[in-house]
């Protein structure tokens, strides 16, 4: 039988030496204060206060608006809805309410003050005449969509957060198309309130006093650059 072979031998390598032991220093208590643990087990200190915010139960419409948010996030938003975050600066739109101001439709009260007084004068026996339309801005989908139409519009306001966002989804093409200035500003509720409701989906200009025919255009032209 072939003879086994002996495991070769090598250098014994040194032990380490010991590792001189640090002699920690012996923290200074002071008797004054006592140590009393809290204890947070059943019927004994009271639980500290945690976030609960992730097992808080939200209304419906958050949790809709949050994943709707999530989803904005995660998918590809096509083109025709991504515009609608590409809003007018907040200089050019403060410049275009004021200037829409102007142009608010009068209130129930001050209709029926007008009628009340044209009532006046003809139970004095004059003549009835009728009172001249003020240019006022015209809201409303179907009514822009006429005055786009039509090429009566000079400039249409589009609100970025109409929900559904089908409602104005084709009115930025319609205008396109036919040759109408538009934008799209932040705030149904802003633009509610200047026709006195509380939201509104878009506005349109249609007759506006010549003096303020050249901000008209100034503002067309900050939103095609």
């Known amino acids: 039988m072939p003879k086994a072979k002996k495991p070769a031998r090598g250098k014994k390598v040194a032990p380490a030496p010991y590792a001189a032991k640090t002699v920690a220093p012996k923290k200074v208590v ?122 009566k519009a000079q400039m249409v306001v589009i609100a970025h957060d109409v929900e559904p966002i089908e409602i104005v989804l084709w009115l930025p093409a319609l205008c396109r198309k036919m040759g109408v200035p538009y934008c799209i500003v932040k705030g149904k509720a802003r633009l509610g309130k200047l026709v006195h409701r509380k939201t509104c989906t878009c506005l349109a200009i249609s007759t506006v006093n010549p003096e303020d025919k050249p901000e008209i255009g100034r503002a067309s032209c900050r939103e095609r650059v």
């Open 30 to 151: 002071n008797p004054l204060f006592e140590k009393r643990p809290k204890n947070f087990g059943i019927g004994q200190d009271i639980q500290p206060k945690r976030d609960l915010t992730r097992f808080i139960k939200w209304p419906k419409y958050v949790r809709l608006q949050r994943q709707r948010a999530v989803l904005f996030q995660r998918l590809k938003v096509p083109p025709s809805i991504n515009q609608f975050s590409q809003t007018l600066d907040r200089q050019t739109a403060t410049q275009l309410f004021k200037l829409m101001n102007k142009y608010r439709p009068e209130t129930k009260q001050e209709k029926n003050a007008r009628l009340k007084a044209r009532a006046e004068e003809r139970s004095k026996g004059k003549d009835d005449v009728p009172t001249k339309r003020p240019p006022v801005i015209r809201s409303g989908v179907n009514t822009v969509t006429c005055l786009v139409e039509s090429k």
